[in-house]
């Protein structure tokens, strides 16, 4: 019984470990670009301001991260899914599962897909004037970790976190608040992979802790 015991504990420690560890959350590299956000999760972003607007979000799916070559550039290659909502209309898809960037951060590499609004997460390390210049930002600065735009009086803010994810995108005309887009969830935190796998790790942990507590019973 003590063998079966010493099988179940490894196999537990096993599928731990597999599963807990920097190489089981999905993230791609390449040489040393890394696309901070895991295969299938959904990131959302919420309107906050104006009032009247609250209700609108965005909604961002990584489909697949993957090495690749962009104009000629060995790189890592992200395609995405972009889906917004209006409380009043419902959900519309406006990116389906198309080319989101492409970036190699030796080679100092990053493109933004022309379609996007405001890039919801860039790869790290990358520095944010590379992440300007990408986005073809027009007279801008940067302030600590937040890409400010100046142009005819108006400013766009685009604040980041360490992980490379937009916390927030502030415009503002002629000094006053007009639009606050705000990270609701997905913080670039490891996720568990919610699949096949992960269901035979839970099935192994229950059993065993199961079998362990019969013994201890006994």
């Known amino acids: 019984m003590k063998k079966v015991k010493k099988v179940i504990i490894g196999l537990f420690i096993i599928f731990f470990f597999s599963f807990f560890s920097p190489n089981a959350i999905g993230a ?3 040489e040393d670009t890394t696309f901070p956000a895991d295969v299938g999760k959904t990131y959302t972003w919420k309107l906050t301001h104006p009032s009247e607007a609250k209700g ?21 290659v992200v395609n995405c899914t972009i889906r917004q909502y209006h409380p009043l209309i419902g959900w519309a898809t406006s990116v389906d599962n198309e080319l989101y960037m492409a970036a190699n951060n030796t080679q100092n590499y990053l493109y933004f897909g022309d379609y996007m609004f405001f ?17 073809h930002a027009y007279n801008y600065s940067i302030v600590d970790n937040t890409i ?31 639009l606050k887009f ?12 919610f699949g096949n796998y992960f269901l035979i790790f839970m099935v192994i942990g229950v059993v065993a802790l199961v079998y362990l507590k019969k013994q201890k019973i006994k």
Do not use: Q, R
């Not at 890039?119 to 986005?135: G, Q, S, W």
């Not at 100046?150 to 007009?178: C, H, M, Q, R």
């Not at 705000?182 to 992979?193: F, H, I, K, R, S």
């Open 28 to 30: 791609t590299t390449i």
């Open 56 to 76: 609108n979000k965005i909604t961002f799916k990584s489909e697949s991260i993957e090495k690749g070559v962009h104009n000629t550039i060995d790189a890592l």
């Open 119 to 135: 890039p919801n997460i860039i790869p790290t390390p990358i520095d944010l004037t590379l992440v300007a210049e990408a986005m």
């Open 148 to 178: 400010i735009e100046n142009y005819y009086g108006d400013t766009d803010e685009y604040t980041f976190n360490t992980d490379g994810f937009l916390t927030s995108y502030v415009s503002k005309e002629d000094g006053e608040l007009a």
């Open 182 to 193: 705000v990270l609701d969830t997905g913080d670039g935190g490891a996720a568990v992979p």
